[in-house]
Nanobody
């Protein structure tokens, strides 16, 4: 009973910026970490960044220093600010979280958004 929905993708020129949003709904009290992943054509899904409820962040080496993940718990929203975009950043970006119900802690559940496309032109 957790859903996440991404938005904010689009077409941008190399060197430009975009901000993606991920809104969580449902039993959001069950959520700790929210992650961003991306998948480019012909490539596997890869981790991009994550942020915990307490604000701890983690980044893939490929985006460190260019991307910033943040969180507004009052809005149940996570943001991914992407600066200095390159064509290599072109991908569908997905929001994700893993959670459990207290009564069934051994059953991990995943919530994935449908993705938002980021296209970076050269």
């Amino acid at each position: 009973q957790v859903e996440v929905v991404e938005s904010g993708g689009g077409l941008v020129q190399a060197g430009g910026s975009l901000r993606l949003s991920c809104v969580a709904s449902g039993n959001t009290f069950l959520i700790d970490i929210i992650d961003w992943y991306r998948q480019a054509p012909g490539k596997q899904r890869e981790f991009v960044a994550s942020v915990s409820r307490g604000g701890s962040t983690n980044y893939a080496a490929s985006v460190k220093g260019r991307f910033t993940v943040s969180r507004d718990n009052t809005k149940n929203t996570v943001y991914l600010q992407m600066n200095g975009l390159t064509p290599e950043d072109t991908a569908v970006y997905y929001c994700h979280t893993k959670y459990v119900y207290p009564a069934d802690v051994n059953h991990d559940l995943d919530a994935w958004g449908r993705g938002t496309l980021v296209t970076v032109s050269s």
